[in-house]
């Protein structure tokens, strides 16, 4: 437990000064702008890997997520708390009805709910429904999130291969053309809206490839 603690104090820490360093360009569709200064519900969804560079609109947006259980969870969840945003704890074995109530809730409430729609285990870059789910609770738009880093620390072991930029990296975020709320009588676990959901992530992704060259 105080080894948890410990490292998640650290890592908050060393997160906060490495991000001073990184020259971040954030460009948001007017749609999201307009319903997170109204308070309406909304979705960011992300592939696994990018939520390290995705931390960055914590303290921006003030975003809600959902956390796991597990230690390594503990730690993300106190480094998002730390930059101001909200969770929801639970996982796909423990806690993840609960867990999916209260991002429902923090949803309802207008803070901006951000997601990574391959997990919580993979496989890799493979949409799942509970983005959909949600969607169609909150009757909220999903936002693809596109990044790219000019340079990129990879977690090789790590299954997500997650990427950690690196210092002075420079960091676009973009916000993809949205996918509308998922209807009452759609199937979540529809192929088809995965599919959708897929080709923006990626299309959102080159997107912020060619900004990257933008100075």
């Not at 992300?46 to 390290?52: I, K, V």
């Not at 259980?69 to 929801?88: F, K």
């Not at 923090?106 to 969607?135: N, W």
């Not at 997500?160 to 009588?185: D, H, M, Q, W, Y």
Request: positive net charge.
């Amino acid at each position: 437990m105080f080894r948890t603690v410990l490292l998640s104090r650290l890592a908050s820490i060393l997160y906060r000064l490495l991000s001073v360093t990184w020259r971040v360009r954030v460009i948001e569709d007017p749609l999201f702008v307009g319903r997170r200064e109204a308070g309406l519900p909304t979705l960011l969804a992300h592939w696994h890997g990018d939520e390290l560079a995705v931390l960055h609109l914590v303290s921006r947006l003030h975003l809600a997520t959902m956390t796991s259980t597990s230690s390594d969870g503990q730690i993300i969840d106190y480094v998002i708390r730390r930059l101001g945003g909200v969770t929801s704890r639970g996982s796909s074995t423990r806690g993840g009805i609960v867990a999916l109530k209260g991002l429902l809730r923090l949803g309802k409430t207008g803070r901006p709910i951000s997601m990574a729609v391959d997990g919580p285990k993979g496989p890799l870059h493979q949409v799942k429904s509970g983005v959909f789910e949600i969607s169609r609770l909150l009757d909220a738009p999903i936002f693809p999130v596109g990044v790219f880093c000019t340079s990129v620390f990879v977690f090789k072991k790590s299954w997500n291969k997650a990427i950690l930029p690196c210092p002075f990296s420079r960091i676009t975020i973009i916000f993809g053309e949205p996918l509308g709320p998922v209807s009452k009588r759609a199937d979540p676990r529809s192929s088809e809206l995965a599919e959708r959901l897929s080709l923006s992530l990626d299309n959102a992704k080159q997107q912020a490839l060619k900004f990257i060259a933008v100075p």
